[in-house]
């Protein structure tokens, strides 16, 4: 192990509960990781915040502690050649761009405050147009309406607009920004999969767009724009100015979801993973050229390697509440003890006795985009008991995936033969069972579940040639996967998702003004 020409990768995996950092080796095996929980801010029901000085000192955190237990098993911390940062999405955070200080909370991806906003922008002239564009429908999701709202309700965010001192950046941009040690080194970018979730890119030219820019009535003059780089570049991402890695480069950035298909290996056209975090996300790599959803999905950048590789895309559908349903029966309604018990609660029973839950806590994303549904309980009757409600829970998530993969089938012509997976809800065999069940086809669960961080310190190791490329990563994390088989007939299957159907119409208008 201990020889000398080893080479470790560090990852920053930003998410939206916790910050972490893991070490790899060329095997893609995590050998060291350290992990902390920040605090989670809702000043308001639909609002959703972090302080983004407590998100960089968590990470700094994280990247002492790993490195700490990486040294204690023998290695040398000179071993560590780059690190990749990976990170919760259209989470948003401005800064003066004089003290580079933030200037209010993080806006979190999850927060609805935006709605009424999103309201009035769909009504104006030019609206329908921008999905073409940027890949992304008008919703409380992108970044660009958490900016507007910056700009319009917070009074420090509004002067430093006026000024031409304000900052934007979703969390990469402001981890690199810090990390760097702030306007000392004013190293200010962003990669193609993060800068495609804020509605300013161009998802054809991967370049800033004017019109996007004017739709919004944004002054680009007087707010700072990243400069958007590839996914694995070797000097665009500064190196860390402090912490136990001090002068360690930065080389590679990818939005999470991004970063799990890497790490899943989904490199090549018609491969797709799903991650059961906090909401789930499921990426369907569609090759070379975006392919423009007509059936409620997103267009995204699925990485940008650069060099003489070509930029990547891929569709993606995202439900807002997964792995928090279950969190939510923990922590709000006292189901078990812990999110693990969940499952073990489910299982009590054969099925959900007929309970559908509709777990629209943020309304519904993906591909429906339902802003007014809320979370609601269907088919209760005396014989319910806790195990139903646990069970409908973990079918939620599952019955959502399969109505993404339908979208995707419709938009890409193309029929998936097997979803590759990861995150949280992922390490439950019943939740796993039943999303083959429901979808007809094999599920495929690696054993090392760390994919996100992986993707990470993928991008960062093509840039300093840890990889050479992508061929050589083929064999990366595939020993002691589970196959999960579908085990009940098609028309079983139709027939519970006809149901979860029918509870989606019923759960709509319940947000009325």
């Known amino acids: 192990m201990g020889s000398v020409a080893e080479s470790f990768i560090g990852s920053i995996d930003q998410g939206t509960t916790s910050s972490r950092f893991l070490i790899f080796n060329k095997h893609g095996d995590p050998v060291a990781s350290h992990q902390i929980e920040f605090k989670q801010i809702y000043p308001h029901p639909g609002w959703h915040e972090h302080d983004p000085l407590e998100i960089i000192d968590s990470v700094e955190k994280c990247i002492d502690g790993a490195v700490a237990a990486f040294e204690q098993q023998g290695h040398s911390v000179n071993s560590i050649k780059a690190v990749g940062i990976t990170n919760q999405r259209e989470t948003t955070v401005v800064w003066d761009k004089t003290t580079g200080e933030p200037l209010y909370n993080a806006i979190v991806w999850t927060d609805t405050r935006t709605q009424a906003l999103v309201r009035r922008l769909k009504l104006r002239l030019g609206a329908d147009k921008l999905q073409d564009l940027c890949g992304l429908p008008l919703s409380t999701y992108p970044s660009v309406g958490k900016l507007l709202w910056f700009i319009e309700n917070v009074p420090a965010a509004k002067e430093a607009y006026e000024k031409g001192n304000l900052c934007f950046g979703t969390m990469d941009t402001w981890l690199a920004f810090r990390l760097n040690g702030g306007i000392k080194r004013n190293v200010f ?34 707010v700072h724009l990243p400069e958007i780089v590839p996914s694995a570049d070797k000097t665009k991402y500064g190196s860390l100015a402090s912490t136990r890695l001090t002068g360690v480069p930065i080389t590679g950035c990818l939005g999470d979801q991004s970063a799990a298909l890497v790490g899943q290996k989904g490199f090549n056209e018609g491969q797709a993973k799903s991650t059961y975090g906090t909401g789930s996300f499921l990426l369907y790599n569609v090759g070379e050229e975006p392919v423009i959803s007509t059936h409620g999905l997103l267009t995204t950048v699925a ?207 319940w947000l009325g003004d």
């Open 303 to 509: 990485f940008d390697f650069g060099g003489n590789t070509k930029p990547m895309y891929a569709l993606e559908g995202s439900i807002a509440v997964a792995g928090s349903s279950v969190k939510f029966m923990v922590d709000n309604l006292g189901f078990a003890e812990s999110s693990s018990k969940i499952s073990a609660l489910a299982e009590t029973v054969e099925d959900s006795g007929g309970v559908t839950f509709v777990t629209a806590f943020s309304g519904l994303f993906a591909p429906y985009w339902i802003d007014d549904a809320q979370g609601t309980i269907f088919g209760i009757t005396a014989y319910t008991q806790r195990g139903h409600i646990a069970r409908a829970t973990l079918e939620a998530t599952c019955f959502q995936t399969r109505a993404i993969l339908n979208a995707m089938e419709k938009d890409s012509k193309k029929a998936l033969t097997e979803l590759a997976v990861d995150g949280g809800m992922s390490n439950s065999d019943l939740t796993m069972q039943i999303q083959s069940n429901l979808i007809g086809i094999p599920v495929n669960r690696p054993a090392m579940r760390e994919t996100t961080a992986l993707g990470a310190a993928i991008a960062a190791g093509i840039a300093v040639g840890t990889w050479k490329s992508i061929d050589e990563l083929r064999e990366v994390n595939t020993q002691g996967a589970t196959i999960f088989r579908p085990e009940i007939p098609k028309e079983n299957s139709d027939k519970r998702f006809a149901r979860w159907t029918k509870a989606v119409e019923m759960s709509k208008g």
């Open 189 to 222: 970018v962003t990669d193609p999969s993060n800068a495609s979730r804020t509605m300013f890119m161009n998802i054809h030219t991967l370049k800033y767009d004017d019109s996007l820019i004017d739709f919004f009535r944004v002054d680009p003059s007087k």
